[in-house]
Nanobody, 121 residues
Framework: QVQLVESGGGLVQAGGSLRLSCAAS?????MGWFRQAPGKEREFVGG????????YVADSVRGRFTISRDNAKRMVYLQMNSLKPEDTAVYYC?????????????????WGQGTQVTVSS
């Protein structure tokens, strides 16, 4: 059974930074992050391969967000810089148990409970 627990969300001013963390248990391969803003559909933010050597982030956050993982600690991170008010959302850690590489939303089959990120203008 896969369990994912996010932490690190909070309130930050525009232009600031936050780092989200995700603690994973169970058999996970590719890992990723999604977000959902009020009244909007869940959006795929990005993913990282099982070995951590390859990653992808969506156009909307490219150049500002970075995904990394520490397999020894079973942790995945989302470093968010130059935050904008439109980044305000609940952020979800996600795991794929079937794909080593998952650079789109489809392969993910487990999600955490989410952590709120609010960016004030």
């Amino acid at each position: 059974q896969v369990q994912l627990v996010e932490s690190g969300g909070g309130l930050v001013q525009a232009g600031g930074s936050l780092r989200l963390s995700c603690a994973a248990s169970g058999r996970t391969l590719a890992m990723g992050w999604f977000r959902q803003a009020p009244g909007k559909e869940r959006e795929f933010v990005g993913g990282i391969s099982k070995n951590g050597f390859s990653s992808y982030v969506a156009d909307s956050v490219r150049g500002r967000f970075t995904i990394s993982r520490d397999n020894a600690k079973r942790m995945v991170y989302l470093q968010m810089n130059s935050l904008k008010p439109e980044d305000t959302a609940v952020y979800y850690c996600a795991a794929s148990t079937g794909s080593d590489y998952a650079f789109g939303p489809a392969p993910y089959n487990y999600w955490g409970q989410g952590t709120q990120v609010t960016v004030s203008s």
